[in-house]
């Protein structure tokens, strides 16, 4: 035998094989409306072909060759006894006539790959949804499914291997909703949610935060064959609420000792509440004092408001919303706020003007110190200089001189987190450096 030969005998007749199966096809036709292909196993290497309506449907095959032999099955394909199929031959295209719905057709050409087809007539499985509604079965604060009556039969057709497989329909749902948008803090105006589902009464949606109609379209084959229908149920009341809040520090005192998440009094904060209005309708935030769930200390009733905390402790600030019926609440955001207590130190001594920045203003160290007033005075008695803000102090000037040094005394006065009023007396060391003028006057005494 000549190898050669018979490996180019080989290869051709692999490569005529493999053109069969390129240049192999199925085309289907007639019915009321164009036939569409629904579905392409390529696992089973089927095609599904919904037309509708089953007059003059035929099914043409075309390859290379010139002669087919037509086979159909409606559970499974049986090689010990298959279902022969009449068909008109024309050239390398043969037709199959009076087609039937609910079976897979397939040619069996000279060993090739085999691909099949199934039909089904549309026209028999056509949704149909009489009324539309929300069901009651779902919990509105968290999703919505939809009820109704509805009859949609299921599309099914057999593999080869004879597995019974659900061509799933698509439908739409539509409804109006809101979107919170983080960088502008703001929900935005009205916009349309449009989900895809295969069954729109087993499928739960996020509930609309706007009072909507809920409105179903489909399937996709309906609207292929211009038969598709558009349900809506009663305009729908949004019970569903989403919170957003935040904070704004708009004064706070000053500490010279503040630790890390925790604020020096009197502190002042803005907190604002964003919500889906009017569906969410009724605000409450609540402060609560070191736990005393019990008894908060204040509640305010808006969805914005202003606080100062003055007071030593740890607080927590709680948004409370509900929507207009009572039906759905929220209290996710809290905020939680400590308050550091009173330190009050004071200075005996300062260098002012000889080593500007080091030491060189009379400043007490403190934290949350509610209110506050000093005072500076001479041996004399006389008043030098008085402040009212602990994170300010005294420069060591008296009328754009710097004073002499020696002893002065002060008065400091302040409320503390607590809440009492305390009073500090005490004198303070002025040192001066050589390169400092001091204003004396004749007899060496100081001018003031």
């Known amino acids: 035998m000549d ?13 005529m094989l493999c053109i069969n199966v390129i240049y192999a096809q199925y085309t289907v036709s007639g019915g009321e409306k164009t036939p569409l292909l629904a579905q392409d196993n390529t696992n089973f290497r089927i095609q599904v072909f919904l037309v509708y309506g089953m007059d003059n449907v035929q099914i043409s095959y075309t390859s290379q060759s010139t002669s087919h032999r037509w086979y159909r099955y409606r559970t499974r394909v049986d090689d010990l006894a298959p279902e022969p199929v ?44 009489r009324s539309l509604s929300v069901s009651s079965e779902a919990d509105p604060c968290f999703a919505v499914r939809l009820a109704g009556d509805a009859d949609i039969p299921d599309l099914i057709y057999n593999n080869p291997v004879g ?30 949610v449009n989900e895809t589902v295969t069954d729109p009464f087993a499928t739960s949606f996020p509930p609309p ?9 489909g399937d996709k084959f309906a609207e292929y064959f211009g038969v598709g229908q558009t349900v809506s149920t009663p305009f729908y009341q949004a019970k569903a609420i989403e919170v957003h809040a935040d904070t704004l520090i708009t004064s706070s005192g000053q500490s010279s000792s503040e630790e890390d998440n925790v604020l020096s009094a009197p502190v002042e904060i803005q907190f604002s509440a964003y919500a889906n209005t009017p569906t969410a309708a009724l605000f409450n935030w609540k402060i609560i004092k070191d736990e005393n769930t019990e008894n908060p200390i204040v509640n305010f009733n808006s969805e914005d408001f202003v606080y100062t905390f003055d007071r030593v402790g740890a ?32 200075p005996n001594a300062f260098s002012p003007g000889v080593t500007p920045g080091i030491n060189d203003i009379f400043r007490v160290k403190h934290s949350s110190v509610v209110k506050f007033q000093g005072w500076i005075f001479n041996r004399w008695g006389n008043e ?24 002065y005394y002060y008065i400091i006065e302040y409320q503390g987190t607590d809440g009492r009023n305390h009073t500090r007396k005490g004198d303070v060391n002025v040192f001066r450096g050589r390169k400092i003028d001091l204003e004396t006057d004749s007899n060496g005494e100081e001018t003031f």
């Open 315 to 346: 607080y927590r600030v709680v948004l409370e919303v509900s929507d207009r019926t009572g039906t759905c609440y929220s209290d996710e955001n809290q905020f939680e706020i400590s308050i550091t207590e009173t330190v009050m130190e004071i």
């Open 384 to 407: 030098l200089f008085h402040w009212t803000d602990p994170s300010q102090g005294w420069d060591g000037m008296y009328r754009g001189k710097y004073v002499p040094a020696g002893a």
């Open 86 to 129: 009449a068909s008109t031959q024309n050239g390398t295209t043969s037709t199959v006539s009076n087609v039937e719905d609910g079976y897979g057709y397939y040619v069996d050409e000279n060993g090739a790959m085999r691909h099949y087809v199934w039909i089904m007539d549309y026209s028999k499985y056509v949704s149909d949804v």
């Open 3 to 15: 190898i050669r030969r018979f490996n180019k005998t080989g290869i051709f007749f692999i490569f």
């Open 209 to 217: 935060l706007i009072d909507t109609e809920i409105t179903l379209e």
């Open 163 to 192: 597995t019974p497989t659900t061509l799933e329909r698509e439908f739409t749902v539509r409804f109006a909703t809101l979107r919170w948008n983080e960088e502008t803090q703001t929900f935005s105006s009205e916009q349309y």
